[in-house]
């Protein structure tokens, strides 16, 4: 099973950038999609972005399009997340997740691989 690996989070300013990290270990073919959810204090766990192998095909929630991309590295079994624009809205624990699915989908439980997490927060 893949194991994944979340860094970049940190405290940023509403407007600033920011790059998160999610490093794929173990057995990385064991996966098709790779995903970020989020997830704010008292609120659901929600989906951020996605992107698929091999074709690259990325989707993502209304909320973030326009300001966040997804992107990887092959040769490094790392995938990015780069966030534009970011609003204090954008606050949550961020974690990595990784899928067999087809299709990337938003459904938490679709999702059979996961990292620990990295804290965001955007102040105003």
């Known amino acids: 099973q893949v194991q994944l690996r979340e860094s970049g989070g940190r405290l940023v300013q509403a407007g600033d950038s920011l790059r998160l990290s999610c490093a794929a270990s173990?057995?990385?073919?064991?996966?098709?999609?790779v995903a970020w959810f989020r997830q704010a204090p008292g609120k659901e766990r929600e989906f951020v972005v996605g992107?698929?192998?091999?074709?690259?095909?990325?989707d993502s929630a209304d909320s973030v399009k326009g300001r966040f991309t997804i992107a990887r590295d092959n040769a490094k079994n790392t995938v990015f997340l780069q966030m534009n624009s970011l609003k204090p809205e954008d606050t949550a624990v961020y974690y990595c997740?990784?899928?067999?699915?087809?299709?990337?989908?938003?459904?938490?439980?679709?999702?059979?691989?996961w990292g620990q997490g990295t804290q965001v927060t955007v102040s105003s």
């Open positions: 997740a990784a899928s067999m699915g087809l299709f990337t989908s938003s459904v938490r439980n679709d999702y059979h691989s």
């Open positions: 173990g057995v990385t073919f064991d996966y098709s999609i």
């Open positions: 992107i698929r192998w091999p074709s690259g095909r990325t």
